[in-house]
């Protein structure tokens, strides 16, 4: 684990919070967790409960997408790397060549819905259908070429809305739609999953992805289906929890080795029925089954 000194500020951990944990006058732990935008809304609610579990601990949450947390992991600036998708083989060998051994913790899942304006008129897609509309070379570029007219969208050309490629939503869609395939040119490359939310929303002819997590009353989230024509499965919880729906993914954290004591402590109230609670509040799976009355 490594060792800090408390910083001056926080990233994104409330400045409240670190000042009462500066207070006491008795030593004060910190744990750096980097990583997913996905992850980040959960794992600040965990930094801020864990406050009350264990006041001498601060847990310095801030986010940069899965490849940021990865490469801070590798280059051993962080104790806990957020991750929305498995780390890669030539990433593990870079760590190992730096001297660090990554262990991965799987911390929940999560269902990466896909956004749709909440006027289109579309409720479900496929596969491959998505493959068509993210794909390089897709066929479908307008929303007539799926038989449909979205009101408000002028000329009817699908704005395909996606996350930038250090993101581990923007590698798993890939893997998941594309397989070995890039995607089109043209994509609207968002930084976070809150702007995707927000382009979507105000843009009648926008199509975009994120975690289930940051959906909104004002978005239609499509049903999905492994093929056109085909039974289709909406995101929930539910369906992320039990593997029914297609673009399901483990969310994960990864240490340095085997983590041991305060990171160790952390990572095992995460994983406990108090810290899945939290994760199920914030609109992810727990990693098992919990009863949070």
């Known amino acids: 684990m490594l060792k800090h000194k408390v910083p001056l500020a926080l990233s994104i951990v409330a400045v409240s919070m670190f000042l009462t944990a500066c207070g006491g006058g008795q030593d004060r732990q910190v744990i750096q967790n980097k990583g997913s935008d996905t992850l980040v809304n959960v794992a600040q609610a965990w930094a801020e409960a864990y406050q009350t579990v264990d006041p001498a601990t601060v847990v310095a949450v801030s986010g940069g997408g899965s490849g940021t947390g990865i490469a801070a992991l590798i280059n051993g600036t962080v104790d806990i790397a957020n991750a929305s998708r498995a780390m890669k083989d030539k990433e593990i060998k870079l760590a190992r060549d730096h001297g660090h051994e990554p262990v991965q913790h799987i911390v929940g899942y999560d269902a990466l819905a896909v956004y749709l304006h909440e006027d289109n008129p579309i409720s479900d897609l496929s596969i491959e259908q998505l493959a068509e509309i993210y794909g390089d070379g897709g066929s479908y570029t307008k929303w007539t070429d799926l038989g449909i007219e979205v009101p408000g969208c002028k000329d009817q050309t699908i704005v395909v809305v996606s996350r930038q490629n250090n993101s581990g939503t923007y590698a798993y869609f890939r893997e998941t739609v594309l397989g070995k395939g890039d995607f089109r040119l043209g994509t609207r490359d968002m930084h ?102």
Not at 255 to 267: A, I, M, S
């Open 192 to 293: 976070g999953s809150k702007d995707v939310v927000d382009l979507v929303e105000n843009t009648p002819c926008a199509i975009g992805y994120s975690g289930l997590a940051y959906a909104t009353e004002h978005l239609k989230l499509a049903c999905i289906s492994d093929k056109t024509g085909g039974d289709c499965t909406s995101p929930t919880v539910a369906s992320a929890s039990d593997g029914s729906y297609t673009i399901a993914r483990p969310l994960f954290m990864y240490t340095n080795g085997e983590p041991t004591g305060y990171v160790g402590d952390y990572l095992n109230w995460i994983k406990s029925e108090t810290g899945q609670c939290i994760i199920l509040e914030k609109g992810y799976a727990s990693m098992k089954d919990v009863n949070c009355g």
